[in-house]
């Protein structure tokens, strides 16, 4: 992991953590089928409004078998673009989603409950994606195997996903400061 933020940052540019990270788990909750969620978009972090660079970074690891519907967190790749252009007013997440829905309908139906009923979510947000002001932006889920890594920039939306599968979904997610 060092070697990648080295590779992507510069090795004096990020702040080795003191302590470990959290470990994320996630059951089955019978009855409840797997989809795209409503709530919980978030952002770890924002950007310089400078340089471009995030103010830290966010690095999943999966520490058992994660398959597709199995938990894993859901990230909107290309999100720090539109965040970075409209989302810098404010850290609170609820302003960010209020105001980014409000300029853009596929966002807004992202994270707004009964606002598109038959829609097909699956499709809409993880194979389709959608261009906003020249922006291409999809759902990606994590998922992998024991011991691969992610490393998200903490200024891109994501939320906690559910859990479709018998396996438990378990992570290490931990922050890291870009400086
Ligand atoms: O539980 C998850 O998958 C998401 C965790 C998360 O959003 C975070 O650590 O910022």
Known sequence: MPLALDELYGPQRWQRPLRGGGVLVTFRVPGQ???VPH???H???RADPTSGEPSQVTIFTILAPLRPRGGGTLVLTGSHHLLRHHGRETDNAK???KGLGA???WLHDLWSENTSPGIDRRKRYLDEGAVLDGMPLRLVELIGEPRDAFVMRGDILHTPAPNGLDDPRIMLVKGCPII
Do not use: F, K, L, N
């Open 33 to 35: 089928p797997w989809d």
């Open 39 to 41: 709530r919980g978009w």
């Open 43 to 45: 952002s770890d972090g």
């Open 95 to 97: 302003a960010i989603r």
């Open 103 to 105: 300029r853009y309908p």
